[in-house]
C-alpha cells in the first residue's frame, strides 16, 4: 500500500475505531462445575485473559503506528484473527456451560435436532465423534440460517475453518490446556464431562436469534420469505 494512503488509514482513521475489549468474568463456573478442577479452570480464565490482552495490545499498536510500518500493519491485520477469535470462542464456551446437562424437548434446538438426526442421542455421538478429531481446536454446533441447518464442525486452532455467517450454537475447547492436567489424554472423559454441564438454555437463545440476524433477514427476503422451523416456532421480529 502507498506510504502516504496508510498513513492517512493509520492515523486518522483507525484510531476512530479503536476500542478496548474487556475481560470477561467467568468465575462463577468453578462452583458450578465441582467435577472439573478449578485449578484447571483458573489456568484456563488466565489464557483467555491473555487473548483479550492480546486483542487490545494489536488494536494499541495499529492505533500508534508510523506511517513506515506497512509489513507490521500487515502483520498484525494477519494475527489479529488469531487472537480475536481465540477471545471470542472462549467467550462462548464459557457462556454456554455452568447448566445442568439436560436439553428440554420442547426447545426449538431439541426439536431442530431430532428433525435432523431423529434422536438427540444420534446427533450427540456425531457431535462427540468430532470432538475426536486429532489436533487442537473446537467442535462447534452451528446454525446455517440460510438452509435451516445445523452443522457438527470442526475448528482448528481458532481462526481455520470457520463457517462464515453460521451461527455459533454450542461451542467446546479441544485444546490440551483445556483438559490435559486434569483428564491427561482422555479427551472422550473430559467431553462427556463438559456435557454434564451444558447450558442449553444459552444455547436455545442462540438459536433463537440467529434467523434475525441481517444476513439471515437478506436470505428469507431471497427465498421469498419461507419461514424456517426456527421462525415458524417464534414472533415474528422487525
Ligand atoms: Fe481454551
Given at each position: 500500500?502507498?506510504?502516504?494512503?496508510?498513513?492517512?488509514?493509520?492515523?486518522?482513521?483507525?484510531?476512530?475505531?479503536?476500542?478496548?475489549?474487556?475481560?470477561?468474568?467467568?468465575?462463577?463456573?468453578?462452583?458450578?462445575?465441582?467435577?472439573?478442577?478449578?485449578?484447571?479452570?483458573?489456568?484456563?480464565?488466565?489464557?483467555?485473559?491473555?487473548?483479550?490482552?492480546?486483542?487490545?495490545?494489536?488494536?494499541?499498536?495499529?492505533?500508534?503506528?508510523?506511517?513506515?510500518?506497512?509489513?507490521?500493519?500487515?502483520?498484525?491485520?494477519?494475527?489479529?484473527?488469531?487472537?480475536?477469535?481465540?477471545?471470542?470462542?472462549?467467550?462462548?464456551?464459557?457462556?454456554n456451560?455452568?447448566?445442568?446437562?439436560?436439553?428440554?424437548?420442547?426447545?426449538?434446538t431439541?426439536?431442530?435436532?431430532?428433525?435432523?438426526?431423529?434422536?438427540?442421542?444420534?446427533?450427540?455421538?456425531?457431535?462427540?465423534?468430532?470432538?475426536?478429531?486429532?489436533?487442537?481446536?473446537?467442535?462447534?454446533?452451528?446454525?446455517?440460517?440460510?438452509?435451516?441447518?445445523?452443522?457438527?464442525?470442526?475448528?482448528?486452532?481458532?481462526?481455520?475453518?470457520?463457517?462464515?455467517?453460521?451461527?455459533?450454537l454450542l461451542?467446546?475447547?479441544?485444546?490440551?490446556?483445556?483438559?490435559?492436567?486434569?483428564?491427561?489424554?482422555?479427551?472422550?472423559?473430559?467431553?462427556?464431562?463438559?456435557?454434564?454441564?451444558i447450558d442449553w438454555g444459552v444455547v436455545n437463545d442462540r438459536m433463537?436469534?440467529?434467523?434475525?440476524?441481517?444476513?439471515?433477514?437478506?436470505?428469507?427476503?431471497?427465498?421469498?420469505?419461507?419461514?424456517?422451523?426456527?421462525?415458524?416456532?417464534?414472533?415474528?421480529?422487525?
Amino acid at each position: 500500500m502507498n506510504r502516504i494512503i496508510l498513513s492517512l488509514v493509520v492515523s486518522c482513521i483507525f484510531p476512530l475505531l479503536a476500542v478496548e475489549y474487556k475481560v470477561r468474568d467467568y468465575k462463577y463456573l468453578i462452583e458450578k462445575m465441582p467435577k472439573i478442577d478449578s485449578g484447571l479452570q483458573e489456568i484456563h480464565f488466565k489464557l483467555y485473559e491473555g487473548y483479550v490482552n492480546q486483542v487490545n495490545l494489536l488494536n494499541k499498536l495499529l492505533e500508534n503506528m508510523g506511517a513506515d510500518s506497512a509489513f507490521t500493519f500487515q502483520a498484525i491485520k494477519r494475527q489479529m484473527g488469531w487472537e480475536f477469535d481465540g477471545m471470542v470462542l472462549h467467550e462462548l464456551f464459557f457462556s454456554n456451560l455452568g447448566g445442568d446437562g439436560k436439553l428440554s424437548p420442547n426447545s426449538v434446538t431439541s426439536k431442530k435436532i431430532k428433525q435432523q438426526w431423529g434422536s438427540y442421542e444420534k446427533w450427540m455421538e456425531e457431535f462427540k465423534e468430532t470432538c475426536n478429531e486429532r489436533g487442537i481446536g473446537w467442535t462447534i454446533l452451528y446454525y446455517d440460517p440460510d438452509k435451516d441447518l445445523l452443522i457438527n464442525a470442526w475448528i482448528s486452532e481458532h481462526s481455520t475453518g470457520l463457517f462464515a455467517t453460521a451461527t455459533p450454537l454450542l461451542v467446546v475447547d479441544l485444546w490440551e490446556h483445556a483438559y490435559l492436567c486434569q483428564f491427561k489424554t482422555d479427551r472422550n472423559k473430559y467431553v462427556d464431562t463438559v456435557f454434564e454441564y451444558i447450558d442449553w438454555g444459552v444455547v436455545n437463545d442462540r438459536m433463537k436469534n440467529a434467523p434475525f440476524s441481517s444476513r439471515a433477514k437478506e436470505l428469507r427476503k431471497e427465498r421469498g420469505d419461507q419461514m424456517s422451523l426456527v421462525e415458524k416456532t417464534l414472533p415474528a421480529k422487525s
